[in-house]
């Protein structure tokens, strides 16, 4: 063999004993350096941890910011005392070894309610009497001054007095039922005892805002105004009610509810006085909330030109002689307000509408105590007789059949339209 040959083989077994050491050098590595090398990359979508629960904020205390401003303002019917009712409320006086009336009783079935809302507002439809008498049925109302601390015992805050009967006992009886109203702290607007107070509106203050109530109605039973005295009673004119609306607001009023006193009595749907007062009126921006009373019985909550209006609620109290069972029925109505800082102007727009069905005893011979029954709750409560029961069962389909009756529940898919349960 020559030199170069065997210079040749040499270099060849040299080179293959290096590829045999580097194969068994690869092929001894460890078991877990080759899983990491040969696994795929990991997704930066994927969550690393997709079956734990997600960590506590570590910040418990952190701000999530201020909440939106809310105010709740409950409304409710007439109070239309007839004898009946302080026949009633006398004779829950002498249970308490107590002269005089009291009407606390009679009124504890929605109080729960009443008290729950931000501000609460009832229409007192009839002159008071002196304390003690002598006191008047219809068709002229001269009632006992003891409702009203029955009133605010029950939550209310404030009366609206505008009424057909507003003028019942004349300027003397509007000025008593005025100071009855002052005495017992209860806030009113609708009728005055001088200029001044007639053009001063009521403003209340209710959760986080300012609400002006301004009450109004169609007319006196043609008893003509006070000499001298035009502004005794607030009648509805609708050019005035927005002059005043805009005046209520400019004094600082965050939000601005007109009650209107009128309709036919004993219909369940509004007239065409009320649809065209409610018409000229809604266009106001100025006007937040309208609702009316007068008709007896409840009548629907519509939408109209973007305000909210309840055209009536009926009685919440009375014990009138008539063979319509509506009387006998009511609805009350929460409207809950929303601060809009967002909005052009700000304000505060309704956000949530809930109505209460009520239900008066009384009328009945076999049931002749009166009573003012918040429904919902008493079908709740498993200590309802049967009896009772099947009138409040009717109640609850009509009232809700009346206040629906114009399509409130779907007016606006922002605002809930439902049954006001506690």
């Not at 050098?25 to 090398?37: E, H, N, Q």
């Not at 001298?228 to 805009?246: F, H, K, N, Q």
């Not at 909210?308 to 014990?319: C, D, K, P, R, S």
């Not at 011979?365 to 007789?385: E, G, H, I, M, N």
Request: aromatic share 6%; net charge negative; glycine share 8%.
């Amino acid at each position: 063999m020559s030199w170069p040959v065997a210079v040749t083989r040499m270099l060849l077994m040299l080179l293959l004993t290096l590829s045999v050491v580097v194969a068994c050098t690869d092929s001894t590595a460890p078991r877990s350096d080759r899983r990491v090398s040969s696994a795929p990359s990991p997704d930066p979508r994927s969550d690393p941890r997709p079956h734990t629960e997600p960590e506590p904020d570590p910040r418990p205390d952190a701000d999530p910011g201020p909440r939106p401003r809310t105010v709740s303002l409950l409304v409710s019917g007439d109070v239309l005392l007839h004898a009946k009712t302080w026949r009633t409320a006398r004779a829950d006086a002498r249970r308490r070894g107590e002269r005089g009336f009291d009407f606390g009783p009679m009124l504890a079935g929605v109080a729960p309610a009443v008290r729950a809302a931000d501000l609460a507002v009832c229409h007192l439809e009839t002159p008071l009497a002196p304390a003690r008498g002598p006191f008047a049925d219809y068709p002229a109302f001269s009632v006992p001054p003891q409702v009203v601390p029955g009133l605010r015992g029950a939550g209310f805050d404030a009366c609206t007095t505008a009424s057909n009967h507003s003028l019942d006992r004349g300027a003397a009886g509007l000025a008593r039922t005025l100071g009855t109203l002052d005495a017992q702290g209860m806030r009113h607007d609708g009728t005055a005892r001088s200029p001044r107070e007639q053009q001063r509106p009521l403003l209340l203050d209710a959760g986080d805002a300012t609400v002006a109530v301004l009450s109004y109605t169609f007319g006196t039973n043609g008893i003509a105004l006070p000499a001298g005295e035009p502004w005794a009673v607030s009648l509805i004119d609708p050019g005035r009610i927005v002059r005043e609306a805009a005046a209520a607001r400019r004094g600082g009023a965050d939000i601005v509810v007109v009650a209107v006193h009128a309709g036919t009595e004993y219909m369940t749907a509004p007239d065409d006085y009320q649809t065209a007062v409610v018409d000229a009126i809604t266009r106001s921006p100025d006007i937040d909330i309208v609702y009316g009373h007068h008709a007896h019985v409840p009548q629907p909550i519509d939408l109209v030109h973007g305000t909210w209006v309840a055209y009536g609620l009926g009685n919440f109290v009375a014990g009138q002689q008539t063979a319509a069972p509506r009387t006998y029925r009511g609805v009350s109505v929460q409207f809950e307000l929303t601060a809009q800082p967002s909005r052009q102007g700000g304000g505060f727009a309704v956000s949530d509408i809930a109505y209460l069905p009520t239900m008066i005893t009384g009328d009945d011979p076999s049931r002749p105590t009166t009573r003012v029954f918040d429904v919902p709750a008493a079908l709740d409560d498993p200590q309802t007789p049967a009896r009772l029961r099947a009138d409040l069962r009717a109640t609850l389909a009509d009232v809700v059949a009346d206040v629906l009756s114009r399509g409130a529940g779907s007016a606006d898919p922002g605002v809930d339209v439902h049954l006001l349960r506690r």
